[in-house]
């Protein structure tokens, strides 16, 4: 069967000045099956967006090839639009004076559906995304969330067989923003496809069945989101938090973690924030360290394996706010 | 029983080739019409919601008292028709260049014309249906114009053609959606959109012999005036109030008229075409 998106040797430049180019995708090769749930990660600038709007037809690639259920994007973009749905996240993209159920109206037409089609999917998507009670009100009364979720219910108006959604949950409280996943993983057991493009590390393990790591327009990996510990090796490790209620917490970590160092199945301690994490040998290293711990009153500790996030940030380094 | 058609062979008891293109052809005239249609009635509700598209309304009949008072003062009762059709035609090109020039921008600024450029219809027809909504305000300041002549100063002004004045009244407003195509395409892909939004009224106004006649113009100026469709409106309009336009002239100035709208329609379609390729391949298209 198809896949449902491959790209192959997929390169985006732009000329920014006379011979000097930026490469904002570098041979990119990616593969989605059909009913997957994809995570696009990268820092800003990494070329997340660029893929998207190859993906979604909006933007030509300098050379490569991509596909979406089989139709070339370059040379069969109406085929293309049809089969997707892009749904950009942020405030902006919607007729802010219209009505919500207005703006379904209008933008159902663009994908060739006829009044009283889009008029009953209108109202469907309303209700699916909790918005048929505010669906007669101006989207410019509505809170962020309210706007993501109506661009949710646009980018499904045409019912795409494909869904290309990039940040969709920013600025969205917890709540929304897990509302929001629940209703891409019943979207995604109703057959479709996704490709989501975000920073949040959380969102990307709570739904991605594969996640592939973007850097600088070059695909560094591509695994199973539940695999994507292994990166880093089968490594051992548990993480303990200070005890607050201890007389000056900090100092204390800080030396149970000198101690830590100095034992036998400890072959490194590190601080991630406010916990710390203690690398050991083997699994009965770190039944040992627990025991360890918890004898010296050290009550908030857990076995762990890395996770997304450090795959993330060891793979493609901490480069603080530069892009 | 086994029919006829049945026992045919599958290739033979396919519906005609030239029968199939003339449904798909039919099919795809109508969802683009419907969407013409739609994307009017979105800019007819937006305009409603935004007060500064009928600015011209409001504008229009203080143009008209001006040029009456003008007109009046000067003793020039056979120019009073030329005061109260310029108002019109002034209104029709504010709308276009002012409100339609602005409709593919304002998208751009407010993010939505990337998901219109994903969408599997031309951006073109978008584009017609929303100014054709545009330009029609436009149209209402010719009726303000009058009854600020009728009720403002006690001149009625009487059409002695009304079936052409109505004629001619058509083909400006189908000529004004073709220019106003024209000017929105030239104005999105233009970097100095305020430049030209500004600076593009007088000489049209002058060339289209809106405010005076085109016979004051120097004479190597008057076959540019050809090009421009207000100045065919124009003539034809007055012809009409004082039933003068007959035969072959009429012909002439509404097959002018017409030919430089759909020209310019044609010219700003495929500039939008244009756009949206150029956007797609310089990486523009969520650019304000």
Redesign the interface.
């Known amino acids: 069967m198809e896949a449902a998106v491959a790209a192959s040797a997929l390169r985006?430049t732009?000329e920014r000045r006379r011979k000097d180019t930026v490469v904002?995708l570098d041979d990119l090769t990616l593969t989605i099956d059909r009913n997957e749930i994809h995570g696009l990660l990268g820092p800003n600038g990494a070329g997340k967006t660029?893929l998207v709007?190859i993906l979604?037809?909006?933007?030509?690639p300098t050379s490569g090839t991509a596909r979406v259920l089989g139709h070339d994007v370059v040379a069969e973009?109406?085929a293309v639009?049809?089969l997707?749905g892009?749904v950009?996240g942020?405030d902006?993209?919607?007729?802010?004076?219209?009505t919500a159920r207005?703006n379904l109206?209008?933008?159902g037409?663009?994908?060739?559906l006829?009044?009283r089609t889009v008029r009953l999917r209108a109202d469907a998507l309303l209700e699916r995304v909790g918005l048929a009670d505010r669906a007669d009100d101006p989207v410019e009364r509505f809170s962020r969330g309210m706007r993501q979720r109506l661009h949710l219910a646009?980018g499904l108006l045409h019912e795409p067989r494909v869904l290309f959604l990039d940040e969709p949950t920013s600025g969205l409280d917890p709540v929304a923003a897990t509302a929001f996943r629940r209703l891409v993983l019943d979207l995604r057991d109703e057959g479709r496809t996704f490709l989501l493009a975000t920073h949040d590390m959380d969102e990307a393990t709570a739904l991605c069945d594969r996640v592939s790591l973007i850097d600088r327009g070059r695909l560094l990996l591509t695994d199973d989101t539940a695999n994507m510990g292994r990166i880093l090796g089968d490594r051992e490790c548990v993480d303990f938090t200070h005890d607050d209620t201890a007389p000056e917490p900090t100092a204390r970590a800080g030396s149970l973690a000198e101690a830590l160092a100095l034992l036998p199945e400890v072959t490194d301690v590190e601080r991630l924030g406010d916990r710390w994490r203690v690398h050991t040998t083997d699994r009965a290293g770190s039944r040992r360290v627990l025991a360890w711990l918890i004898e010296r009153d050290v009550l908030t500790a857990r076995h762990a394996r890395p996770t997304l996030e450090e795959v993330y940030l060891r793979t493609v380094g901490d480069r603080g706010l530069r892009v | 029983m086994t029919s006829s058609n049945e026992r045919r062979p599958l290739a033979a008891r396919r519906v005609p080739l030239a029968r199939r293109a003339s449904v798909m052809w039919r099919v795809s005239l109508v969802?683009r019409v419907?969407?013409v249609w739609?994307?009017f009635r979105?800019q007819t509700?937006?305009s409603r919601?935004?007060p500064s598209h009928a600015l011209i309304l409001l504008v229009a009949p203080m143009q008209t008292t001006s040029l009456l008072a003008l007109t009046l003062h000067a003793h020039r009762p056979d120019a009073v028709a030329s005061a109260v059709i310029a108002p019109g035609l002034i209104g029709l090109w504010v709308s276009s260049l002012d409100y339609a020039g602005r409709v593919v921008p304002e998208d751009q600024w407010?993010?939505?014309f990337?998901?219109?450029?994903?969408?599997?219809?031309p951006l073109a027809l978008?584009v017609v249906g929303r100014v054709a909504a545009v330009v029609l305000v436009g149209v209402l300041a010719f009726a303000e114009s009058w009854l600020v002549a009728a009720l403002g100063f006690g001149r009625v002004l009487t059409v002695r053609s009304p079936g052409v004045f109505v004629l001619a009244i058509a083909a400006t407003c189908l000529a004004s959606v073709g220019t106003a195509m024209l000017l929105a395409g030239v104005i999105s892909l233009s970097r100095a959109r305020d430049v030209l939004q500004n600076s593009l009224s007088y000489p049209f106004y002058m060339l289209g012999g809106v405010v005076f006649p085109l016979t004051v113009l120097p004479s190597w100026v008057r076959p540019l005036s050809h090009l421009v469709f207000l100045s065919w409106s124009a003539r034809l309009l007055r012809d009409a109030v004082h039933g003068t336009a007959h035969g072959g002239p009429l012909a002439l100035a509404l097959a002018a008229i017409l030919a430089l709208g759909a020209a310019a329609l044609a010219g700003g379609m495929w500039l939008t075409r244009r756009l949206v390729d150029a956007a797609?391949?310089d990486?523009t298209?969520?650019y304000a």
């Open positions: 985006r732009y904002a660029t709007k979604s037809t909006v933007l030509l973009t109406g639009r049809s997707v892009l950009l942020g902006r993209g919607l007729y802010d004076r219209l207005r109206l209008f933008w037409a663009l994908y060739k006829d009044a646009r | 969802w419907s969407l739609r994307a979105l509700v937006l919601r935004s407010a993010g939505r990337t998901p219109m450029v994903a969408a599997p219809v978008v797609r391949r990486g298209v969520g």
